[in-house]
């Protein structure tokens, strides 16, 4: 609701400006008062099955600069990160869900209230179910990361379609949700694959900060590629499943205050591309 507030006088500000936007009216006025924010949380959260305190049901306006922007952006092939035009930010963690990991970040994401995207594996959706329960019910989005992780361009088009098909149905029967947002393993992709997955309904998503934790990397590194790395719309990198990611824990508390400091809204992808974050489900 703050956000809301403060964007609301800072877009109107703008449109004072320019066309003479009042408080009262204008063509983007977002939801100022207490009543429909909480209006609006209920009806997503209701939707979406979640607890209405879930990070990813904040509120997220992006102006029509952005909105323009972002449009393109999704007519890429890939897309590497959001809109250059607002302090918006996605946290992103791949390979999951484990327990030991996963559950430790989320508990930080939980302590600092904000979202993150988690791109997991079928093979360990499978071995790990009730952790990727835990990830949605906390408020995340959930995207699919292929089955097995292998590199796209080696797979035969039903090779192909089964790494993806397969991960997306074990989601969705545990979450009634079809995935739309995807990340090739490797972030390797060429045009038969993009086609192919865009065909699929899915939407590619790399990154275009690497934090390369999956080295072991220590924690102020890793802070430090991401402080050195960062813009506005960034997609930052991480992982969430692994033996050598003590660094990604340690840095996250850090880096997730850095964001605030900076004024960088951390959104989950979709609400960075301004899409809804599952696909339509299976008649
Ligand atoms: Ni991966």
């Known amino acids: 609701m703050r956000f ?4 609301g006088i800072g877009i109107c500000s703008l449109f004072l400006i320019g066309t003479g936007c009042t408080n ?9 008062s207490q009543q429909e924010v909480q209006k609006e949380v209920k009806e997503k959260a209701e939707k979406e099955k979640l607890p209405k305190s879930a990070p990813s ?10 909105k323009a922007e972002v449009e393109d952006i999704k007519k890429q092939p890939i897309v590497y990160k959001g809109s250059q035009h607002s302090k918006k930010v996605a946290l992103t963690f791949d390979d999951g869900p484990d327990v030991e990991l996963t559950n430790k970040i989320l508990a930080i994401l939980k302590k600092e209230q904000v ?17 990727l329960k835990k990830i949605y019910e906390h408020g995340h989005v959930i995207g699919n990361h292929t089955w097995s992780h292998p590199q796209l361009t080696k797979l035969s088009t039903s090779k192909l379609d089964q790494e993806m098909d397969q991960t997306n149905q074990l989601v969705e029967k545990l979450l009634g949700k079809k995935m739309r947002l995807m990340r090739p393993p490797y972030g390797a992709t060429n045009s038969q694959v993009q086609q192919q997955l865009k065909k699929k309904g899915f939407t590619i998503v790399n990154w275009d900060v690497d934090t390369n934790d999956w ?7 890793i802070e430090g590629i991401v402080k050195s790395q960062l813009a506005n719309g960034s997609i930052i990198l991480q992982h969430n499943s692994g033996n050598t990611l003590q660094g990604t ?6 880096i997730i205050k850095y964001l605030k400091a900076q004024k960088y809204q951390l959104v989950t992808v979709d609400q960075l591309l301004d899409m809804p974050p599952y696909q339509e489900k299976t008649k």
Not at 4 to 7: D, P, T, V
Not at 24 to 32: A, D, E, I, L, Y
Not at 215 to 221: A, D, L, N, T, V
Not at 249 to 254: C, I, K, R, T
Request: without cysteine.
């Open 4 to 7: 809301y507030i403060q964007l």
């Open 24 to 32: 009262q009216s204008g063509p983007m006025k977002p939801p100022v």
């Open 57 to 66: 049901l904040q509120s997220v306006y992006l102006n029509q600069q952005e």
């Open 115 to 131: 979202p993150a995207t988690f791109f997991v594996t079928g093979i360990m959706v499978k071995e790990y179910p009730e952790m």
């Open 215 to 221: 080295r072991g990397y220590s924690g102020p590194k």
């Open 249 to 254: 824990v340690d840095a996250l508390p850090n």
